[in-house]
């Protein structure tokens, strides 16, 4: 009887084992077969590692990979090579833009980096989706990117709107800009967070073809004078990431809007959602991709709080610049430098 | 020569007392177009940064988002003055001020003078403004509980008893 016992555990436990080490093959067997194919179309197909392929035509001047998820969790992308083989993310990484539900990678975000044609290859993980959009249409001398502007409450902002259009007129890219939408009373008032329901709603109502922009009345939980919901945003993509947000109240001086800041506070938000960075930021350590765009160094820093002002930094340090981190009370922040003009010129709206 | 060393110490007293921060030094922390509050260089200014903020947050001669951001910062002082002076933006008419006004309140006495926010809720709750009826609402869930719960029987919109419960 122990006999018997004995060999049926023996039997049991073999069953076991070469299930398990069958299991095991089978599972190492998929691995190594799923090899990643080259996706067509917008929709990236990578294979069960987030490994995947994908090709730009000859005659691409930007392209732009989406990567969403649950609100709770961070896309992170972890390799993009070009078809020569070389690494972006070594330089490109730190600019990529990563949040949470939404992350992407813009090219080109300067000079430096190419869409070359021919097959790329790609690493993505926490994601649910991802998408690639291109742009093949030629770069004009001055192109064209379209911009609807929505409100919330009765405050005039054509004044603003002609000195955001006349900023990127100046430097040659045209704006054009649709009548402005009234917003529901809803969204007068919304979280700077683009995962946050209520904002989310709001901004899922822009286009994917525009810069959205979002005047609100004031943010319930912010005191910023504006947020884009990405650097870029979603361009190309509809959804919570696709717009920026402008908080009116906070432009306001004893019940005024100040048009000349609430102008520039537009086009600031919207070198964001296009894909420019502050070219310096306020610890005066951290600068942007592009080359040409001046650098207000730490030696600036006059008092030694180590925040790098408007004031400090000057013409010199790039404080007119319409990216630069603070707002400027003593003068206009209406320039830009032919490096950040490359990109926005190749936006991947702009027509 | 009493009297003078008396004096002396009085005008030396008078200056301790007196060494508030040049305002620019606090105005330069409310300054960026992203701005969000540190606590560690408001404190590194020292006593009377406070004073200056609650200057700055009065003053209609600034743009808002100063004014915003200075009644932010306050919230970093739970002294008595800076208890009135939120507790007056609180209860101002326009929203922008006195949501944040409330904001800075809950953060600065919640735990130490609960009845004091919840004052302040009350009438909050009331307010035609939803925001603000959401704010207080959500604050008046901690620190009484039945109060919050009436105010969800009497609130007539859905999206604002939604926003409450968040």
């Known amino acids: 009887m122990l006999g018997l016992l004995r060999s049926i555990l023996i039997l049991l436990l073999l069953t076991l084992v070469i299930q398990s080490c069958g299991s095991s093959d089978t599972n190492q067997n998929d691995v190594d077969s799923e090899l990643p194919t080259v996706s067509t179309g917008n929709d990236l197909n990578p294979n069960s590692s987030g490994n995947g392929l994908f090709e730009i035509k000859s005659g691409t001047v930007s392209f732009l990979i989406h990567a969403t998820s649950a609100t709770n969790t961070k896309p992170q992308f972890n390799s993009l090579k070009d078809p020569d083989g070389n690494e972006l993310l070594t330089t490109l990484g730190e600019f990529a833009w990563k949040s949470n539900g939404y992350s992407n990678l813009l090219v080109p975000i300067s000079s430096s980096y190419d869409p070359k044609p021919g097959i790329w290859s790609y690493s993505a993980t926490n994601y649910s989706q991802l998408k690639l959009d291109m742009r093949t249409s030629e770069i004009p001398e001055t192109p064209t990117i379209k911009v609807q502007p929505y409100i919330s409450g009765s405050d005039n902002i054509s004044s603003a709107l002609n000195i955001m259009k006349s900023i990127f007129s100046t430097n040659g890219i045209n704006l054009d800009v649709e009548d402005t939408e009234t917003l529901e009373s809803k969204y007068s008032q919304v979280s700077y967070n683009f995962n946050n329901s209520t904002t989310s709603e709001m901004v899922s109502k822009g286009d994917e073809d525009k810069v959205?922009?979002?005047?609100?009345?004031?943010?319930?939980?912010a005191a910023y004078l504006g947020n884009a919901a990405g650097i870029p945003g979603s361009q190309g993509l509809k959804g919570s990431h696709n717009g920026v947000l402008i908080n009116l109240s906070a432009h306001k001086t004893g019940g005024s809007l100040n048009n000349q800041l609430l102008g520039e506070t537009a086009g600031h938000e919207m070198g964001h959602f296009l894909g420019l960075f502050h070219p310096s930021e306020s610890g005066g350590t951290l600068f942007d991709p592009i080359a040409d765009t001046p650098q207000c160094p730490l030696s600036q820093n006059s008092n030694n709080d180590s925040k790098l002002t408007?004031?400090?930094?000057?013409?010199?340090?790039?404080?007119?610049?319409?990216?630069?981190?603070?707002?400027?009370?003593?003068?206009?922040?209406?320039?830009?430098?032919?490096?950040?003009?490359?990109?926005?010129?190749r936006a991947l709206i702009a027509k | 020569m009493k009297s003078v060393i008396l004096l002396v110490l009085i005008f030396i007293n008078t200056s301790l007392v007196m060494a508030v921060p040049e305002t620019n030094k606090v105005m330069r922390l409310l300054e960026g177009?992203?701005?969000?509050?540190?606590?560690?260089?408001?404190k590194r200014l020292g006593e009377g940064?406070?004073?200056?903020?609650?200057?700055?947050?009065?003053?209609?001669?600034?743009?808002?988002?100063?004014?915003?951001?200075?009644?932010?910062?306050?919230s970093l002082y739970d002294n008595e003055e800076t208890g009135v002076h939120l507790e007056r933006h609180a209860r101002s008419g326009d929203s922008s001020f006195a949501r944040r006004g409330f904001s800075s309140l809950t953060r600065a006495f919640s735990r130490s003078e609960p009845d004091r926010v919840r004052k302040v809720a009350e009438h909050l709750m009331e307010s035609p403004e939803a925001q603000l009826r959401i704010a207080a609402a959500r604050e008046m869930r901690k620190i009484d509980p039945p109060a919050y719960r009436q105010f969800l029987q009497r609130e007539s919109k859905a999206w604002v008893r939604e926003a409450a419960r968040e």
């Open chain 1, 310 to 345: 408007a004031e400090e930094c000057g013409q010199q340090y790039g404080a007119d610049n319409l990216m630069f981190w603070d707002s400027w009370e003593n003068g206009n922040q209406d320039n830009l430098t032919e490096g950040q003009v490359y990109v926005l010129k």
């Open chain 2, 33 to 42: 177009r992203h701005w969000e509050l540190r606590e560690g260089p408001f």
């Open chain 1, 212 to 221: 959205n922009l979002f005047f609100i009345t004031d943010y319930t939980d």
């Open chain 2, 49 to 74: 940064a406070d004073q200056r903020l609650r200057e700055i947050a009065d003053n209609t001669s600034l743009t808002n988002y100063l004014r915003f951001r200075a009644l932010i910062a306050l």
